[in-house]
């Protein structure tokens, strides 16, 4: 959802919701994320819809009013509101539709929990089930595997976090098996955590280190970072003894690699 236009019809949506649901409770704001993300999988399997419901040549008054006709009375008032003034804006290609509902429901679950105060347990626990599956090859191809059905494998999901982080995080885990914006398993998971920091108005550091920092080292790292970004950073630390020591820092697309590996390889190259 990169294009301008995408981005000004998934604003007017979000500003509709937000104004719907100002009085929402967490449990309320769940339920409507949950049919946001439903419709956003009804999306995915109906390419010939998403082009009718972003096709440039019929006013946007009757893409919405197409999109209104199927979802009444399968989605609450404020659903079936936002997503109709999502549709009546104007995408670049039809995948922009899809990309800008799935996240208008992420978003959506995230305020939820938000509302609920477990914002910050659903970054770390996003971040910690990343971390498994990155160290488990056999789980992280079984959940990456987009030739197989998505409901086994959200049972897998299921079977394995339920009862043991928060609903949320379960939720989003299995919207990450889903590809959020056409991205692959591990790297929707490592998007929805920089998302969720994002709802707490912070910076992702994905951190790595030989050995773990203490927590003076943690601190004045993520001070050090708050003051390049200008906003606070939440540190996701890899222990991670291969790099032998120094520390890796990337933020966004910026990388910052003072490992001693890093300096060994360098040394090879240069004697090649």
């Not at 404020?78 to 799935?102: I, M």
């Not at 938000?114 to 970054?123: H, I, M, P, T, Y």
């Not at 098996?177 to 920089?194: D, H, K, Q, T």
């Amino acid at each position: 959802m990169a294009s301008g236009v995408s981005n000004q019809a998934y604003a007017d949506a979000a500003e509709r919701l937000h104004a719907d649901t100002a009085k929402s409770t967490g449990a309320q704001l769940a339920t409507v994320a949950d049919e946001i993300l439903s419709v956003a999988g009804l999306l995915r399997g109906q390419p010939r819809l998403r082009r009718a419901l972003t096709d440039p040549s019929r006013p946007g008054a009757d893409r919405s009013e197409l999109f209104r006709s199927l979802l009444s009375g399968k989605a609450a008032a404020v659903t079936v509101d936002a997503l109709t003034t999502l549709v009546a804006g104007r995408f670049s290609k039809p995948s922009d539709l899809l990309d800008a509902t799935e996240r208008l429901g992420v978003d959506t679950l995230l305020a939820s929990t938000q509302k609920d105060g477990k914002l910050a347990e659903v970054e770390d626990e996003l971040f910690r089930f990343s971390q498994i599956v990155a160290g488990t090859p056999q789980l992280a191809a079984t959940l990456s595997d987009i030739g197989a059905p998505v409901a086994p494998r959200a049972k897998l999901v299921g079977d394995l976090l339920e009862g043991k982080v928060e609903a949320t995080t379960v939720r989003l885990v299995q919207v990450a098996l889903e590809g959020l914006g056409g991205r692959g398993f591990e790297a929707s998971l490592n998007r929805l955590v920089e998302l969720t920091a994002a709802q707490r108005d912070r910076e992702v550091a994905y951190v790595t280190v030989a050995k773990p920092l203490s927590d003076a080292e943690e601190t004045a790292l993520a001070a050090k970072l708050s003051t390049i970004y200008g906003r606070e950073v939440s540190l996701k630390v890899d222990v991670n003894p291969a790099i032998i020591g120094g520390v890796s820092v990337r933020v966004g697309s910026d990388l910052y690699d003072g490992t001693i590996l890093r300096r060994l390889n360098a040394a090879k190259q240069a004697f090649a």
